[in-house]
């Protein structure tokens, strides 16, 4: 359900993505989701983590500009029209959504992340 | 109203151009009998000492150059025997080779009492604490302050400059009331005060920042951060150092301290002088100085005097802060920018998301110029949000273009990225190759 993703200013910098990765690597820090928003002067790296507060000093310490931003994650039924039913049902609650994006946890198969504009509303639809 | 030298801080202009008149014939004479790089000048004009009765003569006389002092190097351009030499000062410069200078006796004394009056004309006294955070050694802000704070029977502490933590922990201990340094150390300090919360634990009242231009958006910060007035002195080392001119508690343009030192604008470009009130390249005649005189010293300091009494009492001209210099002065795709301008307009922008640090890029791409500016973001505002950043980008973009009349391409870019020093700011890296 409720998530926390780490969002991480990166300007747009060789090796900048890398040292963020060889810094996680280095202390063991596991990414399970992973997403940049760019455009060509910068971008936005959003992450999800295991130990997220472990991986937001370690952010921190290296220099990075790390924001901690509420987000929606929901498990997706392996069917045809399963993601059009979640977003249809936000829509017609008027609920907006800023991003979204997906990945494949090994526990629970494929994964939608969610930033909504109300989550709080959002995160009711789908107690 | 005090004064530190009525007498002449407040003679009336006639007066002082009369004595102005008297002591550069004498100068002019002295530098033709004793400096071999003034009389040559001299000779190839076809100009003789004699030929000078006054200041309505100065624009006769030929002008002088850093590139001089750089010629000269180290002692050519000394019109005094060494004997009589007692300090030397000597400038790194942004371009190379340094340079030197030579004090007597009595240039020392003058020094210190232009320091002097500029301290004392923004409220200071005995029992003020100066923290004198300039460098000392070679370089002449450290020493130049000192001997106005020591002169005017204020207690100083020779702090120099360096060691950020340490700095405020002996402003606070020490009950400091005034701090001189540079305007960009001043602005670090400013920061640090802020994010160690310990404003309310200092006692100054004023700051005397100089020797690298600064603008007033600045000068609000500043004054905000450490819970000040500051106030601007210039001087530099070929004239005589820090206190050829200084602001006065009204804070509208630097007193210059017309009998020593005799100011002119002139048009960089034709080389002549302009009315006074218009803006150009101030020219600087040393009418006492002994050691290492200098007879219409090209500053490359843009700027402006104003004539209009000022309400202090003072009749010395005022000069207008420098807004930039000739040699700093960058041409990108043919327009004139001044880093001044960039920052005057950046400053405007740190409440709303940026920190006052930035860094100018100049390449040449193509034959054609490409100009860059870098700025750091400040955390508060980093929101998980493309569009505010890409908003902001387009905000400072536009202001800067409306100003300069030039593109420039912004880069927000992550705090403490661009590398700070302590003394002057390198904020400029041109990588054109022309
Ligand atoms: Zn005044």
């Known amino acids: 359900m409720f998530a926390t993703q780490l969002s991480v200013f990166v300007e747009n910098k060789t090796g900048r993505l890398s040292e963020i990765l060889n810094a996680f690597s280095e202390h063991h820090i596991n990414i399970r989701a992973l997403s940049i928003a760019e455009n060509s002067e910068f971008g936005i790296l959003r992450l999800i983590v295991k130990e997220t507060e472990r991986a937001y000093d370690i952010l921190k310490r290296e220099g990075f500009i790390v924001k901690k931003t509420e987000v929606i994650s929901l498990p997706l039924e392996d069917k045809p029209g399963a993601l059009a039913k979640i977003v249809d049902k936000l829509s017609e609650e008027g609920v907006g959504i800023e991003y979204l994006y997906a990945f494949v946890s090994p526990e629970n198969g494929a994964n939608v992340v969610f930033r909504l504009d109300n989550p709080e509303k959002g995160g009711k639809l789908f107690k | ?434």
């Open chain 2, 1 to 434: 109203m005090a004064y530190w030298n009525e007498h002449w801080e407040t003679m009336p202009r006639e007066e002082l151009e009369a004595y102005q008149s008297e002591k550069l014939v004498w100068q002019v004479k002295r530098c033709y009998e004793n400096v071999e790089c003034f009389r040559n000048r001299m000779d190839e004009l076809g100009l003789t000492p004699e030929e000078i009765h006054g200041i309505e003569d100065l624009p006769k006389l030929p002008f002088s150059y850093k590139k001089d002092l750089r010629d000269y190097y180290p002692y050519g351009l000394f019109a005094a025997p060494m004997k009589d030499i007692v300090r030397i000062h000597a400038s790194s410069g942004t371009t190379g080779k340094r340079i030197v200078a030579g004090y007597t006796k009595n240039d020392l004394e003058v020094w210190a009492d232009g320091a002097a009056r500029v301290l004392t004309s923004v409220g200071l006294g005995e029992g003020d604490i100066i923290q004198v955070s300039y460098g000392y050694g070679l370089f002449t802000g450290g020493l130049g302050l000192h001997g106005g704070a020591e002169k005017i029977g204020a207690t100083v502490i020779p702090m120099s400059s360096g060691n950020t933590a340490l700095q405020i922990q002996t402003m606070i201990d020490l009950k400091a009331t005034a701090l001189c340094c540079t305007p960009s150390y001043a602005m670090y300090l400013g920061e640090e005060v802020q994010r160690l919360g310990v404003q309310d634990q200092l006692s100054l009242k004023a700051g005397i920042f100089g020797a690298e231009p600064w603008s007033e958006e600045m000068r609000r910060q500043i004054e905000a951060a450490l819970g000040i007035r500051a106030y601007d002195i210039y001087g530099l080392t070929e004239i005589i150092g820090p206190g050829v001119s200084g602001e006065c508690e009204y804070q509208a343009g630097m007193h210059v301290w017309e009998d020593h030192f005799i100011p002119e604008i002139i048009d960089p470009d034709t080389l002549e002088p302009l009315p006074v009130g218009s803006e150009g390249e101030l020219v600087f005649t040393t009418i006492t100085k002994e050691g290492m005189p200098m007879i219409r010293y090209r500053t490359r300091d843009i700027c402006r005097l104003d004539p209009v009494p000022c309400k202090c009492g003072r009749t010395h001209y005022r000069m207008m802060k420098p807004h930039g210099r000739t040699d700093d002065m960058l041409i990108i795709r043919g327009v004139n920018v001044f880093p001044s301008q960039i920052e005057e307009v950046l400053l405007g922008f740190t409440m709303g998301g940026i920190t006052p640090n930035y860094q100018i890029i100049v390449d040449r791409v193509n034959h054609t110029d490409t100009f860059d500016i870098n700025v750091e973001m400040s955390e508060e505002f980093f929101a998980d949000d493309m569009k505010s950043i890409e908003k902001l980008e387009g905000e400072i973009t536009a202001k800067l273009r409306s100003v300069l009349g030039i593109g420039a391409k912004v880069h927000l870019v992550s705090p403490k990225s661009i590398a700070r020093s302590e003394g002057k700011a390198k904020r400029v890296i041109d990588k054109r190759k022309i």
